[in-house]
């Protein structure tokens, strides 16, 4: 098969950069190929054919439905370990698009806007439980917030055991899946042996097997104390029925939950701890925001918030500068396709390369700059300015991200005063299937006049 040029060095060195490196890699791959290269990081994923520029994103979202590409999910059979077999990122074609109609008004429009007084209450409690003068770790506090977040909207758990059971092993089964050899299982099935309790995927297996017990166990709460009044995600999903009036079974509902749950909370805490990054490092990104908060008057409700346009501004460029996805998940063309002066043949894997696409000199001017003021400048297509992919399988949940990282920025903002607890640097570095911020450190510094 013809393929666009690329990095010829072994599989094995091209996924050691990949894993260890991404940013860097893929800038040098720019840099010596152009706008599409090929790059191969095992025998069992196969080449990847990597596109940045706008033209060629628009064609493969934009066609991936139609004759000349589709998003099959067994191309995503690296995240099954994690997800299960029957989550919506591994379903393709009738059952995906049935399951993505079931979940998306969760995420959106009136249901989305009635978890805002919740955001921000929860945001409140997460920082009541911070000590002024002492230095935290701002990924676990924004971790705590999208955790509880996520859980009450897609279980609606309140506190009580379950809800108070679930977040460590969730959270320490995520946490194995974000170092190199965590990485490295995903890839390579022979790195998954489990050696009992102290091997790392042995570990794994068991933080898993405890986080199953408990959504099962949740699950079958439901299925016996059925309340059509919940609003959440859950019992939205034990209510559906497909047209043979089938409902999803226990394994199905494990798997979408476990989606949920995963995708919806380590996204949105890494988003949130680089804009915290980012609106303290720069004073002038702070005072600009701050300026824009007071205009409130105090009157901080969700809406008012959603709708700042700096404060926009500033989470659209955090998510620019450094993705926390850095690709879309693969496509695969269907026939021949022309793309880029490159004939690709049936059956080649293609991937939209977000943080290439958001570090184009042209459409960004100086891209490795935090400038939030682009974005009021000028309104990018979904071909240039793409965070949450695109297409088939564009995000689920990004207009609830959105929402969230709003509010809990806008909220912690206007109550208290934060500084970075030290001068050093952050920088992007891979976190599982995912990238991220180094650890940042802040330090509350005390109660701010505003309401
Ligand atoms: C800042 C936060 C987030 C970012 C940057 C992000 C980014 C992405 C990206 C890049 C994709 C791949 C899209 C493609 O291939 O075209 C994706 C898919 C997905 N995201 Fe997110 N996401 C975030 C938050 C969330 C949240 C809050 C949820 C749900 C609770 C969620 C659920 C999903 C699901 C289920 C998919 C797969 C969709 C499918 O296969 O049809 N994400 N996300």
Redesign the pocket.
């Known amino acids: 098969m013809s393929l666009p040029d690329g990095p010829k060095s072994p599989d094995a060195w091209q996924m050691l950069q990949w894993v260890t490196r991404p940013f860097s890699f893929m800038r040098s791959c720019k840099h010596r190929y152009g706008d599409r290269f090929t790059v191969t990081l095992s025998r069992r994923v196969g080449p990847l054919v990597f596109f940045s520029h706008p033209e060629a994103l628009q064609a493969i979202?934009t066609g991936?439905d139609s004759d000349l590409f589709d998003?099959p999910?067994e191309l995503?059979v690296l995240v099954e370990p994690l997800l299960g077999p029957q989550?919506?990122?591994g379903?393709s074609g009738n059952r995906?698009r049935r399951?993505?109609q079931l979940?998306m008004p969760s995420?959106h429009g009136e249901r989305m806007r009635s978890y805002g007084q919740l955001i921000r209450n929860i945001t409140e409690e997460v920082l009541s439980e911070l000590v002024a003068g002492e230095a935290f770790s701002v990924r676990k506090s924004m971790q705590t917030i999208?955790m509880r977040v996520?859980l009450r909207?897609?279980f609606g758990l309140k506190e009580g055991a379950r809800y108070q059971q679930l977040a460590p092993p969730k959270t320490a089964m995520l946490d194995r899946m974000s170092n190199p050899f965590g990485l490295g299982a995903l890839f390579f099935p022979l790195l998954r042996q489990d050696f009992g309790p102290v091997s790392p995927w042995g570990k794994f297996v068991r933080n898993r097997t405890e986080v199953d017990q408990l959504i099962y166990g949740e699950i079958a709460e439901r299925r016996n104390h059925p309340d059509a009044s919940r609003n959440d995600i859950l019992t939205l999903l034990l209510s559906a029925r497909d047209e043979g009036g089938e409902g999803l079974t226990d394994p199905e509902l494990r798997d979408e939950l476990m989606?949920?749950?995963v995708?919806?909370?380590e996204?949105?805490a890494?988003?949130l701890t680089w804009a915290m990054y980012w609106i303290y490092k720069l004073p002038t990104v702070r005072q600009k925001l701050l300026h824009e908060i007071e205009g409130l008057n105090g009157v901080l409700d969700p809406a008012s918030l959603f709708r700042l346009p700096y404060l926009n501004a500033v989470c659209s460029e955090t998510?620019r500068i450094y993705?926390?996805?850095l690709?879309?998940?693969p496509?695969r063309t269907k026939a021949p396709v022309e793309l880029m002066g490159s004939t690709l043949e049936a059956g080649t894997v293609v991937v939209?390369c977000?943080y290439l696409a958001h570090h184009r000199e042209e459409v960004y001017p100086d891209p490795d700059e935090f400038k939030p003021e682009r974005f009021l400048e000028r309104r990018y297509s979904p071909f240039e300015y793409?965070?949450?992919?695109?297409?088939?399988?564009?995000?689920?949940?990004?207009a609830?991200?959105?929402f969230?990282?709003k509010l809990v920025i806008g909220s912690l903002l206007s109550k208290v005063e934060f500084e970075l607890a030290d001068n050093r640097s952050v920088r992007p570095v891979r976190r599982g299937l995912?990238s991220g911020p180094s650890p940042v450190r802040m330090v509350l510094k005390g109660d701010k006049a505003l309401s």
């Open positions: 979202l991936d998003a999910g995503n989550s919506l990122i379903l995906h399951m993505r979940l995420f999208s996520i909207a897609v989606t949920l749950l995708a919806g909370h996204t949105t890494t988003a998510l993705p926390v996805g690709l879309t998940f496509r939209g977000i793409l965070p949450f992919g695109g297409g088939v399988r564009r995000c689920i949940g990004m609830f991200a959105q969230e990282m995912t």
